[in-house]
């Protein structure tokens, strides 16, 4: 089948490149607003071709939409336009309400199916796709009642081609959920990062000292502003719910400090240390 | 040379192992506090033989104290004790202030050199121990002027054999540093696992979702209390000031988002990216 990626950058061209390695895809066409990316992702084999949005979709039997969630919601509506009924559309943005309100109401809902990888780095643009992304990790699918049978079947069939294993759950769940498991981490990630930057702006020698540990805490803080700033404006109440209980754990182990309890300490420790057998699940 | 290492765990079991890989010790003798251990780390071959403080002390020309931090503290004027003027004492503990202390009016004052090698796991005890540890990585030695001569060529010799760069600093210093780069990661992710922990109790479907960027967040979360408490008491006001500065730092994401300030968010967001200048330093 013909596949429009729009968007080809850490998770449009990984998947287009997935796409072609499994032999779902027969050519990929990509839609890039930089032309800058449109072209590297040309050089890099991402994608057969480039070309227009208008001209790109009605020659595709599927059309995935991999651009930031605030974006997603703007051209989603203008790719419904330009569809026919035997086209599939899906989506991998790390917000799920927000896009399903803004499909509600076409008369080719059933052709839109939600979905999102969780996969991802903290890289960005067509040089950051990789090979092999995606296999043995978990993808949503949202809202699967609301999508024709033909179009579910078709993303299925593209997310076992890619080696993931799928959920279903609806929109709003979703949302809550990625607050916890992964927006969440961001902020913190990019807090922590600034209050070492902030503090230890005038000393060089901390640095020196920075180890594994440091590192795989503040990794997510070189996670792109322009993918994120619309995931947390699209997800703002889940993550201000769950911002607000983790500052509200952190006074936990402040108050502990402050009042010299350290039984209480070795407790909120031991509890966190409960997150091991999560981590084991996965 | 003959060494004792007290306390046969992750960081003390390592060193014995490499310091009989490198061909620095040729006998390692163990003292561990827990029997069970001291047996799991002869049956590893971590140490050659295992026995009392007062047993090993003698025999040795390097004795290493790798206990928690508050353990070592009391530890440290009994090795002392039992040592002549021509043995040599390092520890290895993550705090060095108190150390400082608790060492400074002892006439042999000189054979002690307080290190503190950046490399470590989440894991713990003799099973957590692994070859080629330290190597690349980065170790501190403490206020080197109060040191003999003699001591701290010899464990600039081991820390160099290990493939460590090292750094001078005094003990006040270190302790604001690593209160930065290490123990506020810590209370981070231990915050951030009680947070997901607490809120998620009855959900389960939550863990499938769990992706990379969770994992390496709350990686540390795994860290044993047993470890951590001592060092947070250590260093309990450096941590608190870090640790206030974070919570701040955090509440400037939590106002974005409330005032729906997105161009501030974004800022904030570019700022934290300075982060990578940082790790790609290491």
Known sequence: MVVTVIGIGLIG??????????GM???VIGVDASTEHAEKALELGLVNEVTTLEKAVPQSDLIILAVPVGACLKLLPQVLLLITGKQVIMDVGSTKQGIAEVIADSPLRGRVVPTHPMWGTEFSGPEAAVHGAFANKATVICDKEQCDADALTLVEKVYNA???HIVYMNAADHDVHVAYISHISHITSFALANTVLEKEREEDAIFELASGGFESTVRLAKSNPDMWVPIF?????????????HIAQLRKFKACLEKENYEYLQELIENANKIRKVLNRG
């Open 13 to 22: 061209g990984s998947m287009a490149l997935a796409l072609q390695e499994k």
């Open 25 to 27: 895809a027969t050519r």
């Open 162 to 164: 890619l080696g993931m």
């Open 233 to 245: 404006r699209q997800n703002r109440e889940n993550v201000l719910d769950v911002l607000n209980e």
